[in-house]
């Protein structure tokens, strides 16, 4: 049977089939960093998670077109549009200017992605590149009623709709919790939910980057920029949009809010969420001071692909606590296993018929709403699998196009040879006490062919009074 995409949909809360609005084409928006600091290994765990999406859409054999925004301008301390600008706190911190800063931290950023082997969006706009577009859907919102202007600043007026909370459902109180620091009122807003398109002077005379607009010299809302950069690269009509658990609310919530208003019908379909790195002190994050990121990790001599193991080796809806032990335990099992894979020989036919039945045990995992640890399970069932090597290094091949652990070269890069002798000792050492059992059991059958699949493996075995001596042939 084929398998089908399900995965969960915040928007419906419940596991759903994926369709696309077009067949075989999918439209996906992420929420791209706040340029003003390094990425954070939290951060970074949702755009891993959501690479696990991406692939796993293109192993389904789908046209994918993804967005990503840089946010440049707009995005204050607290989500809901309080406290001070993070771009500009960013460049005092750095006594630079804001473009300095930005450009700096989105190179920082990307270095990341890189190191992650996280495939680079197919578009990634910066929201200072589309002011116009937000002047534009501002303008219509405010001719229709859907917009106000408040001492100085353009307002969104939830009250305007009838179902804002369509995304989160919960109550305000409740859906604040997760929302950053700093919630502090605007005595300008209609409603408590309202939040900022366009601010101008009511906020930061000292704002390096403004523009002018319809409403006065100003800068865009944080909201605003996704919405707009994702129409203005997708269209009226959007498949999949990503980010954090953080950002359903307030951020996605203003965005469906928005976007459905400017349109006049559905923006998008399936909502997909990260849930949160969280430390020994709860959630990973830039506010709290000392923060982890993926340098600081390599400098530590951890490998970012043991980074993105550990994620994947989790579900993508639970919490994952982060601790330097396990992490030492993935590094290890990282080494053994691409030194497993580096040992294989490419010798030999694929047996199509495992390779088929194993890409459909993989592919069934994947689309169980993304179960990654089970498709682990697969590549390891794989592994010890009475097959040819030829079958399994091209299924580690394939299985590795989602996984992107560079399953096949790891283990043969610079210092690893040592590891795979000592790799392919303790795999002969395993399969003579298997052999040993065998023969015990008086299963002659099963002892002789372990000891023709050494063999084929350049393995000879002699049986001797000391007992089983192996040497290659
Ligand atoms: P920011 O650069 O702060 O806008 O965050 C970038 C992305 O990281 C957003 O999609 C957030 O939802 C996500 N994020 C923030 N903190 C965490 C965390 N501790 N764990 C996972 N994702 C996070
Ligand atoms: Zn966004």
């Not at 400017?262 to 709290?288: A, E, I, P, Q």
Request: net charge negative.
């Amino acid at each position: 049977m084929e398998n089908r995409l399900h995965f969960y949909n915040t928007l419906t809360r419940r596991e759903e089939l994926f369709v696309p609005n077009v067949d075989g084409k999918v439209s996906m928006y992420t929420c791209g960093p706040t340029v003003y600091h390094y990425a954070h290994i939290g951060n970074l765990r949702s755009y891993i998670m959501q690479d696990l999406l991406v692939k796993t859409l293109l192993y389904l054999g789908y046209d994918v077109k993804r967005v990503m925004n840089i946010t440049d301008v707009g995005h204050l301390a607290s989500d809901a549009d309080t406290g001070e600008d993070k771009m500009i706190a960013g460049a005092k911190r750095e006594h630079k200017t804001v473009m300095e800063i930005a450009r700096f931290y989105t190179e920082a950023f990307f270095h990341d992605f890189a190191r992650l082997n996280l495939r680079t969006p197919d578009v990634v706009e910066p929201a200072t590149n589309c002011i116009e577009a937000f002047i534009h859907v501002i303008g219509k919102l405010m001719e229709e009623g859907y917009a106000y202007e408040s001492g100085g600043n353009i307002y969104f007026d939830t009250a305007k709709l009838q179902d804002y909370y369509v995304l989160s459902n919960q109550s305000e109180k409740d859906l604040m919790v997760g929302v950053r620091e700093d919630v502090s009122e605007d005595g300008n807003k209609r409603n408590k939910s309202d939040f900022v398109l366009w601010f101008t002077k009511s906020k930061f005379e000292d704002q390096e980057l403004k523009w002018d607009s319809p409403w006065g010299v100003g800068y865009p809302g944080w909201h605003i920029e996704c919405s707009c950069i994702s129409m203005k690269h997708l269209g009226e009509r959007l498949d999949i949009h990503c980010g954090g658990v953080d950002n359903i609310f307030p951020h996605h919530t203003n965005e469906i809010a928005q976007s459905e208003a400017y349109l006049g019908h559905k923006w998008c379909n399936y909502w997909f969420h990260v849930h949160h790195l969280t430390d020994r002190s709860g959630k990973m994050s830039k506010s709290k001071g000392d923060f982890l990121t993926l340098s600081l990790l390599e400098s530590k001599g951890y490998d970012p692909r043991v980074y993105r193991m550990f994620c994947l080796q989790s579900h993508y809806r639970k919490p994952l606590e982060f601790s330097y032990e396990v992490l030492d335990n993935m590094g290890a099992a990282y080494d053994k296993l691409v030194k497993r894979i580096a040992a294989l020989k490419q010798e030999g036919e694929v047996d199509q018929e495992m390779f088929a039945a194993y890409r459909e045990r993989f592919q069934t995992a994947l689309c169980d709403d993304l179960n990654s640890a089970m498709a682990f399970t697969v590549l390891y069932d794989m592994l010890k699998e009475d097959v040819s090597d030829a079958t399994k290094y091209a299924l580690a091949e394939d299985f590795d196009r989602v996984l992107s652990l560079d399953l096949t070269t790891a283990g043969l890069e610079d210092g690893a040879e040592n590891h795979v002798d000592a790799e392919l000792e303790a795999y002969v050492l395993e399969q003579i006490e298997e052999r040993k059992a065998a023969k015990k059991e008086k299963d002659f059958a099963k002892a002789d062919a372990i000891r023709a699949r050494l063999l084929e493996k350049g393995i000879v075995l002699e049986d001797t009074r000391e007992g089983v001596k192996w040497k290659k042939a």
